[in-house]
C-alpha cells in the first residue's frame, strides 16, 4: 500500500510555507484547467447544438441541473467540510485519514440511492418538457458519481493536489463527452440518446480519475466500518454546509430550471449555451476553492483572522482581475461567438453579456463565503436563502413579464440573466459586510486599476466588431482584447505581491501600503 501523504502543514509547495504562494500554485494550476475544460467543452456545444438541435439540448439541459443539484446535495457539503474534519482527525492518532473519507463516501452513496429513487418515482421533476429518447433516463445514474467524486476530489486538494481535480474536471470528463457525443451521433441504435450517454460517460469517467489518484495518496483504509451514530452526527453537522453549497450553485443553475419550467425547451437551449460560454470565469473563481479552504482551516485553528483577510482580498483581486477580462473577451464579440451554435442560439447575445457580469460581480461572494462556511455557518446560510429567494422571485417575475410583453425567447433569457446579476450583486454586497466585521479587516476586492484596463480593451473589441467579419473577431479580436486588458492590469493593477499568481517559487511580502488601500 502507498504511504499516506504528510499532513499539509508538513506539505508545502514553497520553502518558506507562505499561503499566498500556495495560494498562488493551486491556483494556476487549476485555472490552467479550466481553460483546458472550456476547450474541451466546445467540440460538445458545437455538436450538440449542430447536430441534435436547440430543443434537444435545451431537454438535456434541464435534466443536468436537476442531476447537479441533487449531487450536491449528497456531496454532504464534503467539498469545504472534509477539510475540517481531515485538520480535525489529524490530532485523534486513531483516526485514519481514508477512513474518515470513507464515512463521506459511505453517507454520500446512501444518500445518492435515495435521490435516484426519487427521481425515478416522479421524472416529471427532471425532464419538464418530455425527453429525447429512451436512454435519458440513465442520467439519473449519475448522481452518485457526481457525488463521489466531489469527495474524492476535496480529499486530494486537502493533499495540495489539485492536478488530479485538473484531470478529471477539466481533461477527462469534457474530452470524453465531446468524443463519445459525436461518436453516438453515428451510431444509429444510440443516436437518439448521444446527448445523455455521452454525459453520463463523461461522469464516470471523471470518477474512476479521481478514485486512482485517491487510492495512490490515501490506500485503502485500515480497520473501517461504518459507524451509524458518527454518520448521523456527521451529516447533522455538515447540513449548513450542504446549504452553502446547494445554494451557491443552486443560483447558477435556478435560472436554467425556471426557464425549464415557465418555458419553452428552445428557451432553455438558447440559455444554456450562454451559459456554457460562462463557464470559463464562472470557474476560474473555483480555481482557489479547493486550496483555500485548508489553508484557510489552518489559520482558523491558531485564530490568525489578519492572515484570513488578506487572503481573502489579494484571492478576490485575482479572480475578478482575470474574469473582468475573459467577460470583456466574451462579450463584446458576443454575437459571433453565439453564433457557433447556430443563427437560432444569436437571439441569446443579450444573456451572454448580463451573465458575464453577474459572474464578476459574483466574486467578492464566493471568496467571502469560503471563509464564512467555518466562521458563520448559519448566519451565511440565512444570507444565501435569503438570495435565492431573491432571485427565485425576480426570474419568476421577468420571464412572465417578458412572455406578457410578448417577447421573444431572447428576452426571455436576458430576464432570467437579469434576475440572476441583480441577486449576485446582492450576495456579494451583504457577504463582504458581515465578513469585514468578523474578521474585523477590509476584505474588498476592487481596485480602480480594473477600469483603466477595460477602456483600451473595448476600444480594441470596437475597431474588430465594427470592421472585421465574425471569424476574425472571434479568432483574432477575442485574444487581442484580452491581451490589452491583461497588459494594462499588469502595470496599473498588479504589485508584486500579485504577480506571485504568475510565478513559481516566489514568496513576496504583501506591501503595507496596499493592503491599507485594499
Not at 459525436?182 to 460517460?201: E, K, M, N, W, Y
Request: proline share 5%; with cysteine.
Amino acid at each position: 500500500m502507498t504511504n499516506i501523504t504528510p499532513p499539509p502543514e508538513t506539505l508545502r509547495p514553497d520553502k518558506g510555507g507562505d499561503d499566498m504562494q500556495t495560494l498562488a500554485k493551486g491556483g494556476r494550476t487549476n485555472a490552467l484547467g479550466f481553460i483546458l475544460r472550456l476547450l474541451g467543452g466546445i467540440p460538445f456545444l458545437f455538436v450538440g447544438f449542430r447536430f441534435y438541435g436547440v430543443d434537444e439540448m435545451g431537454r438535456f439541459a434541464a435534466a443536468f441541473v436537476v442531476i447537479e443539484i441533487f449531487a450536491l446535495i449528497c456531496a454532504l457539503g464534503e467539498k469545504r467540510g472534509l477539510a475540517q474534519r481531515l485538520t480535525e482527525g489529524a490530532e485523534d492518532h486513531e483516526a485514519s485519514p481514508a477512513n474518515l473519507v470513507f464515512d463521506g463516501l459511505l453517507t454520500s452513496f446512501i444518500f445518492s440511492l435515495a435521490a435516484c429513487a426519487l427521481l425515478i418515482a416522479f421524472p416529471v421533476i427532471i425532464f419538464p418538457s418530455g425527453t429525447n429518447s429512451e436512454f435519458d433516463m440513465w442520467m439519473i445514474a449519475a448522481i452518485p458519481a457526481f457525488a463521489l467524486t466531489e469527495i474524492l476530489l476535496a480529499a486530494q486538494a486537502y493533499r495540495y493536489d489539485i492536478a488530479t481535480t485538473v484531470r478529471a474536471r477539466a481533461v477527462v470528463e469534457p474530452w470524453t463527452k465531446s468524443i463519445l457525443v459525436a461518436g453516438f451521433f453515428f451510431v444509429p441504435a444510440l443516436a437518439a440518446g448521444g446527448i445523455s450517454l455521452a454525459f453520463l460517460a463523461s461522469i464516470y469517467a471523471a470518477l474512476f480519475t479521481a478514485a486512482y489518484s485517491f487510492l495512490k495518496t490515501y490506500g485503502l483504509p485500515k480497520g473501517w466500518r461504518p459507524r451509524p451514530r458518527y454518520l448521523a452526527k456527521m451529516t447533522g453537522r455538515a447540513l449548513p454546509l450542504i446549504g452553502a453549497d446547494v445554494i451557491e450553485r443552486g443560483t447558477r443553475l435556478l435560472d436554467v430550471f425556471l426557464l425549464g419550467q415557465f418555458t419553452s425547451a428552445g428557451t432553455v437551449g438558447i440559455y444554456w449555451f450562454a451559459k456554457e460560454v460562462v463557464s470559463l470565469p464562472q470557474k476560474l473563481k473555483s480555481s482557489f476553492e479547493p486550496i483555500l479552504s485548508p489553508v484557510i482551516t489552518k489559520n482558523l485553528k491558531i485564530g490568525n483572522m489578519a492572515a484570513i483577510a488578506a487572503q481573502v482580498r489579494q484571492v478576490g483581486f485575482w479572480i475578478i482581475a482575470l474574469q473582468f477580462g475573459i467577460a470583456l473577451m466574451l462579450a463584446i464579440p458576443g454575437e459571433a461567438v453565439m453564433g457557433l451554435g447556430g443563427p437560432a442560439i444569436v437571439g441569446g447575445t443579450g444573456a451572454l453579456a448580463i451573465l458575464l457580469a453577474a459572474e464578476v460581480i459574483a466574486s467578492m461572494a464566493v471568496v467571502s463565503e469560503g471563509v464564512l462556511v467555518y466562521i458563520a455557518r448559519k448566519r451565511n446560510l440565512l444570507i444565501s436563502v435569503g438570495v435565492i429567494t431573491l432571485q427565485a422571485s425576480l426570474t419568476v417575475g421577468l420571464i412572465l413579464l417578458a412572455q406578457h410583453l410578448g417577447y421573444d425567447e431572447g428576452f426571455q433569457a436576458a430576464g432570467a440573466a437579469a434576475a440572476l446579476f441583480i441577486a449576485l450583486g446582492v450576495s456579494s454586497l451583504v457577504k463582504a459586510i458581515v465578513l469585514k466585521k468578523l474578521l474585523k479587516a477590509p476584505v474588498s476586492n476592487w481596485r480602480w486599476a480594473l477600469v483603466y484596463a477595460a477602456a483600451p480593451a473595448v476600444i480594441v473589441g470596437f475597431i474588430f466588431t465594427r470592421f472585421t467579419p465574425e471569424w476574425v473577431e472571434i479568432v483574432i479580436g477575442g485574444p487581442a482584447i484580452l491581451a490589452v486588458y491583461l497588459w494594462v492590469i499588469w502595470k496599473r493593477g498588479f504589485g508584486e505581491e500579485d504577480k506571485v499568481l504568475f510565478r513559481k517559487n516566489v514568496a513576496p511580502k504583501e506591501s503595507p501600503e496596499r493592503s491599507e488601500q485594499q
